[in-house]
């Protein structure tokens, strides 16, 4: 049976932005429904470190986190076209397999917001996914729809990768909250995620960012 992301998400953070963090997981994973990986993905649960690392460097930190960054600073100014614009370079930049997971889960995604419906930047780029004019990706519309519900880029950043770690999960019977631990391989790179708007290097990361799961 497909997961309920709001019904299965049960990590729990502490420190820094923790409740903040938590809040945004919730309103992002509200109503999706999966039942296949999005981008990242694994098979057993002794890949499952190394396939994370390898997505967070392969995939996160040269396409999506950029791609996130910009789109919710758009999204502040409310500035449609520019979305548009970044979704079909999003696109360009996308292997074919990444490419048709990312529309599937976002096609998910789009389904599952009812309550997005009468929002009137939310129903534009619907409609323009609907009517051909972008593919509609996954980072594209979590982006979207977090900065739409003026989330901190933090924790709306932090919600996106919850929802593609999770995901990845409806494929084992495995339980993505019992390996937080795991997830939060992630979190340096997500604490300085401004730095992708303000052009600072990210190299000397470390730690978690005063996240950690309890």
Not at 8 to 37: K, M, N, Y
Not at 66 to 75: L, T, V, Y
Not at 171 to 196: C, M, V, Y
Not at 197 to 213: F, M, P
Request: glycine share 8%; net charge negative; proline share 3%.
């Amino acid at each position: 049976a497909p997961l309920s992301m709001a019904e299965t998400t049960t990590l729990h953070l502490s420190g820094g932005d923790g409740a903040e963090v938590e809040r945004a997981i919730e309103i992002c994973c509200l109503g999706v429904s999966v039942d296949t990986p999005a981008t990242f993905s694994f098979s057993k649960a002794d890949d499952l470190s190394a396939h994370w690392q390898s997505w967070i460097h392969d995939a996160f930190l040269p396409i999506f986190r950029p791609a996130f960054c910009s789109i919710h600073q758009h999204g502040e100014a409310f500035e449609i076209q520019e979305i548009i614009a970044e979704d079909l370079h999003l696109d360009r930049n996308l292997s074919a397999a990444l490419r048709m997971r990312s529309m599937e889960s976002a096609g998910r995604f789009l389904e599952g917001k009812e309550e997005m419906q009468q929002n009137r930047e939310w129903s534009r780029f619907a409609a323009a996914v609907e009517e051909g004019k972008t593919p509609g990706h996954l980072v594209t519309v979590a982006a979207l729809q977090t900065v739409l519900y003026h989330l901190a880029l933090l924790p709306a950043l932090t919600a996106y990768a919850w929802l593609e770690f999770e995901s990845a999960f409806s494929a084992t019977k495995l339980r993505a909250s019992d390996n937080g631990d795991i997830f939060l391989q992630i979190a340096p790179h997500l604490t300085l995620a401004d730095s992708e708007i303000s052009g600072e290097d990210d190299s000397h990361a470390g730690g978690n960012g005063g996240l950690r799961v309890v």
